[in-house]
């Protein structure tokens, strides 16, 4: 190698690039479709539940008009670490037409152990 070309390794000249080869689409392997579909993130063009989730044609929209029923949602809160003794639980309750939000501390999330 000469000593004024200076830098790269030996029988490459510097300032030369190796090409890199180009890959073009290919199937995923039957392991990378296992390993994704424990919870199809990130998002795959090659996955059809990935692509139908991010349709747009079958959009829930609010339509305008005051369900004739109420709606609650209820689920459990944790203040703290889930598995602690000194964890918080609480149950949260949402209205969804006046958005009204409360919350009160519950003795456990579950009746057992």
């Not at 000249?13 to 296992?34: A, F, H, I, N, Q």
């Not at 539940?49 to 809160?77: N, Q, S, T, Y």
């Amino acid at each position: 190698m000469d000593e004024g070309k200076g830098g790269g390794e030996e029988g490459q000249e510097y300032g030369v690039r190796r090409t890199m080869k180009k890959m073009g689409p290919r199937e995923p392997t039957s392991d990378e479709k296992e390993d994704h579909e424990k919870t199809h993130i990130p998002f795959r063009n090659w996955c059809r539940h990935c692509v139908r989730g991010r349709g747009k044609e079958e959009a829930c929209r609010r339509d305008g008009r005051i369900p004739e029923v109420p709606e609650v949602h209820l689920d459990f809160m944790f203040m703290g670490d889930e598995k602690s003794e000194k964890t918080l639980a609480m149950l949260v309750v949402k209205e969804r037409t006046t958005k009204a939000v409360m919350g009160c501390v519950a003795p456990r999330k579950w009746s057992g152990e």
